[in-house]
């Protein structure tokens, strides 16, 4: 370090925890963070202000008016221009810390560019908002050897786990193979809704909404475990699932027990990877694609009463579900197919079925 970067980290250096040399190896580390959403932006923020001296950022998206209440990287000038959230998030890390190195990447991270563009760093980030897309991190994690924070949140509560892929319990052992095991301290409130995702596993943010400060205190453990990973404190992480509700105060910490048949980290089945669980995707008629969803069963019931409030002209009846958002005209089936209208493109179509249908 110069003595610039001692004078500007100097706080951070008298941390007994990171020190000077812990500084100066977060100055030469690097990671990689899928989304650039409200997650990402709180611990990109957190981590190029900490002192990282690399970040790759993918998002597929654009900033919005609404994404203002909790996306910290954003201001009013970039919604207004419709910038691609990866860009304006470079622009704003590159203005808070010109010596980082921040690339910027606007992408949809698919299974056919998974592996190119997540190779080449030590640790995985994710800012992600659906859990086909932390499924195929996962599965990629492990294919290339690479530990990663998972992390979301949805409402007032959040969760967060970091993961080592052959030695820790991995995202398909903790969703797909139910494998939590007590609290850990029995002073902890435990939540009914916090196991191991965010209250209403089918809820996104654009459904039941979101706290700024859930986020945020999610997107603060995640950074501060990147960090301890980053400078070689390993002996330092928390080793557990994190789980807090901002608006109740409950909150536990879990150990995870990594499943002896888990389909990915045991049996290396990366069905994610390999585009075997990715919903099938048509172009459907005119300015239409189609997604199929593979497996999934939809209560539209209940999808009325999430989408009542945040859609515009939503109708139902037993065999099909219809709404609006924007310009966009949807109609979802029960077996979890749905058309949408206004696009010919498959990343709004998928990304739509993110926000407003869920995982």
């Not at 219809?322 to 979802?332: A, D, E, I, M, W």
Request: aromatic fraction near 6%; hydrophobic fraction near 40%; include cysteine.
């Amino acid at each position: 370090m110069d003595a610039q970067q001692k004078d500007r980290f100097s706080r951070q250096i008298l941390f007994a925890g990171i020190g000077e040399q812990g500084q100066e190896r977060l100055l030469a580390s690097s990671a990689v963070l899928v989304g650039c959403g409200a997650m990402g932006t709180a611990v990109a923020n957190l981590l190029v202000r900490a002192g990282l001296g690399s970040l790759r950022l993918i998002d597929r998206d654009f900033v919005e008016p609404s994404n203002l209440q909790r996306q910290t990287l954003y201001e009013e000038t970039d919604a207004r221009d419709n910038l691609p959230k990866a860009v304006a998030a470079e622009r704003r890390l590159r203005a808070i810390d010109s010596g980082a190195r921040v690339e910027g990447i606007v992408a949809d991270l698919t299974p056919e560019n998974a592996r190119e563009i997540l190779s080449g760093f030590p640790l995985i980030l994710d800012g992600t908002d659906n859990f086909e897309t932390r499924l195929l991190i996962n599965d990629a994690a492990i294919a290339l050897g690479i530990p990663w924070i998972y992390a979301a949140a949805v409402g007032s509560a959040g969760v967060t786990m970091t993961i080592f892929p052959g030695e820790t319990a991995c995202l398909a052992c903790l969703l797909e193979s139910g494998g939590e095991s007590q609290p850990q301290s029995s002073r902890e409130a435990v939540p009914e809704s916090a196991n191991g995702v965010p209250p209403g596993a089918d809820e996104t943010c654009d459904t039941a909404g979101v706290l700024g400060a859930a986020v945020n205190v999610i997107a603060s453990i995640e950074a501060t475990e990147a960090v301890k990973i980053l400078i070689g404190r390993r002996d330092m992480l928390l080793g557990k699932l994190i789980s807090f509700d901002v608006w109740s105060g409950d909150f536990r910490s879990i150990r995870v027990a990594r499943q002896p048949e888990c389909r990915a980290c045991v049996r290396s089945d990366l069905r994610y990877l390999e585009g075997e669980a990715q919903p099938h995707i048509t172009m459907c008629g005119r300015d239409s694609v189609q997604i199929h969803e593979r497996g999934r069963r939809l209560d539209l019931a209940e999808l009325d009463r999430r989408l009542a409030s945040v859609a515009a002209d939503v109708r139902s009846n037993d065999f099909l579900l219809r709404f609006r958002v924007n310009s966009y005209y949807v109609t979802v089936f029960p077996d979890g197919r749905a058309i949408f209208k206004g696009t010919r493109d498959p990343a709004v179509a998928r990304s739509l079925y993110a926000r407003y249908i869920g995982a």
